[in-house]
């Protein structure tokens, strides 16, 4: 089984910058691609973006593309979200997910807290 923990979240203000982390430990050899969703209250999960371990294709969602970066680091087993000039609508729980080659997303970490004040 894979864990993930993120990190990185916190209060920024609009026009800020945040980077979250998301580690990842146990039989990480398994895994096809890493990706973000976001959870903002009285809301879906929405999907932010993901990417493919091995060759590093991202994608993102349409309204993200721009803002938003995914990295990966292979040694550390860890994968990055750059978020870039940051709203208040971003505001929500970023949650890491991880899945393997043509299963759904289905390992999760608890999520961390992104709070953008305007």
């Known amino acids: 089984q894979v864990q993930l923990v993120e990190s990185g979240g916190g209060l920024v203000q609009a026009g800020g910058s945040l980077r979250l982390s998301c580690a990842a430990s146990?039989?990480?050899?398994?895994?096809?691609?890493t990706g973000w969703f976001r959870q903002a209250p009285g809301k879906e999960r929405e999907f932010v973006g993901a990417?493919?371990?091995?060759?590093?294709?991202?994608n993102y969602a349409d309204s993200l593309k721009g803002r938003f970066a995914i990295s990966r680091d292979n040694a550390k087993n860890t994968v990055y979200l750059q978020m870039n000039m940051l709203k208040p609508e971003d505001t929500a729980v970023y949650l890491c997910?991880?899945?393997?080659?043509?299963?759904?997303?289905?390992?999760w970490g608890r999520g961390t807290q992104v709070t953008v004040s305007s």
């Open positions: 146990g039989r990480t050899f398994s895994t096809y691609a």
């Open positions: 990417i493919v371990w091995s060759g590093g294709s991202t």
């Open positions: 997910t991880a899945r393997e080659y043509g299963k759904a997303w289905s390992i």
